[in-house]
């Protein structure tokens, strides 16, 4: 019993460090969220804000971490197993995917049928397109194609914005 209550106390300190952590990191600066990846998709000050006092304190953040916790402890053991993680891990991972994809279509969708054609993915969110839009600020010599060394240097530039990807490795030697 005394473990049990350990380890839940011990995981809602987590849930509620990662709660301080996503507050503390986020920037509010506007026209970043969409650069800001999963920072931008912070739970609402007023969900954590349970007293609706225009604070967030200590307990508050104990609290949800506490209700996250019972949420996705599915079979109510007072314990998370990896299943359960795991489904609480998908679940936001497709909301954060169902949002993205609705502001995609809101921002690109020119002919307002929902959904997006070849083109409109293409063209991009602004006028023109976007391939050629980023060929002229890849192409360091203005020669109108990208040469291996400009397309390394656009992938190294890349990789530095996305460190631990594994997207940007040389597999050369694989």
Do not use: C
């Given at each position: 019993?005394?473990?049990?209550?350990?380890?839940?106390?011990?995981?809602?300190?987590?849930?509620?460090?990662?709660?301080?952590?996503?507050?503390?990191?986020?920037d509010d600066?506007?026209?970043?969220?969409?650069?800001?990846?999963?920072?931008?998709?912070?739970?609402?000050?007023?969900?954590?804000?349970?007293?609706?006092?225009?604070?967030?304190t200590?307990?508050?953040?104990?609290?949800?971490?506490?209700?996250?916790?019972?949420?996705?402890?599915?079979?109510?053991?007072?314990?998370?197993?990896?299943?359960?993680?795991?489904?609480?891990?998908?679940?936001?991972?497709?909301?954060?995917?169902?949002?993205?994809?609705?502001?995609?279509?809101?921002?690109?969708?020119?002919?307002?049928?929902g959904k997006?054609?070849?083109?409109?993915?293409?063209?991009?969110?602004?006028?023109?397109?976007?391939?050629?839009?980023?060929?002229?600020?890849?192409d360091?010599?203005?020669?109108?194609?990208?040469?291996?060394?400009?397309?390394?240097?656009?992938?190294?530039?890349?990789?530095?914005?996305?460190?631990?990807?594994?997207?940007?490795?040389?597999?050369?030697?694989?």
């Amino acid at each position: 019993m005394k473990r049990n209550i350990l380890m839940t106390s011990l995981t809602a300190l987590a849930l509620a460090g990662t709660t301080f952590a996503a507050i503390a990191a986020s920037d509010d600066k506007p026209g970043r969220a969409d650069h800001r990846g999963e920072r931008g998709m912070m739970l609402p000050f007023e969900e954590i804000d349970a007293d609706a006092d225009g604070k967030i304190t200590a307990e508050e953040m104990q609290a949800h971490a506490g209700l996250r916790f019972d949420a996705a402890d599915t079979d109510k053991d007072g314990l998370l197993d990896a299943a359960e993680m795991q489904a609480q891990m998908l679940a936001r991972a497709t909301a954060r995917m169902q949002e993205r994809s609705a502001r995609m279509i809101e921002r690109m969708d020119r002919d307002g049928d929902g959904k997006l054609s070849a083109e409109e993915m293409r063209a991009g969110p602004r006028k023109g397109d976007r391939f050629e839009r980023m060929l002229s600020r890849l192409d360091k010599d203005a020669d109108g194609a990208l040469s291996r060394a400009e397309y390394e240097a656009a992938r190294e530039m890349r990789g530095a914005h996305r460190l631990g990807d594994g997207h940007h490795r040389d597999h050369k030697g694989d």
